[in-house]
Nanobody
Framework: QQELVESGGGLVQAGDSLTLSCTAS????????MGWFRQAPGKEREFVAA????????YYESSVKGRFTISRNYAKNTMYLQMDSLRPDDTAVYYC?????????????????????WGQGTQVTVSS
């Protein structure tokens, strides 16, 4: 059973940067995708970004493209989300996710139902 543990959330001001980390308990073999979702109060969970574990290709939700960078460290079994130019509407609980398979860089990658494993979430609060 894969366990995902997030860290790095916190309270920052608009325009600041923050980096989230997610460490997986077991190393996956074969094709694997890891990513981030977020959920703001009163809103549905939404896709943020995903990365192909083997090829390191990436895919972003349009509102974060150019501000957020997803990456992974294969040796450390850890994924990162570097968030720059943060805005108050980025405030949410951020969840690390993972699934077996390919990153298709399409709408299907944005569906929470596609992901088998979820972390507990880490709070990110951006003040204006």
């Amino acid at each position: 059973q894969q366990e995902l543990v997030e860290s790095g959330g916190g309270l920052v001001q608009a325009g600041d940067s923050l980096t989230l980390s997610c460490t997986a308990s077991t190393r996956s073999t074969g094709n694997y995708v890891m990513g981030w979702f977020r959920q703001a109060p009163g809103k549905e969970r939404e896709f943020v970004a995903a990365v192909s574990w083997v090829l390191s290709t990436t895919y972003y939700e349009s509102s974060v493209k150019g501000r957020f960078t997803i990456s992974r460290n294969y040796a450390k079994n850890t994924m990162y989300l570097q968030m720059d130019s943060l805005r108050p509407d980025d405030t949410a609980v951020y969840y690390c996710v993972a699934r077996h398979g390919y990153l298709r860089k399409a709408l299907i990658d944005e569906s929470p139902d596609e992901y088998d494993y979820w972390g507990q979430g880490t709070q990110v609060t951006v003040s204006s």
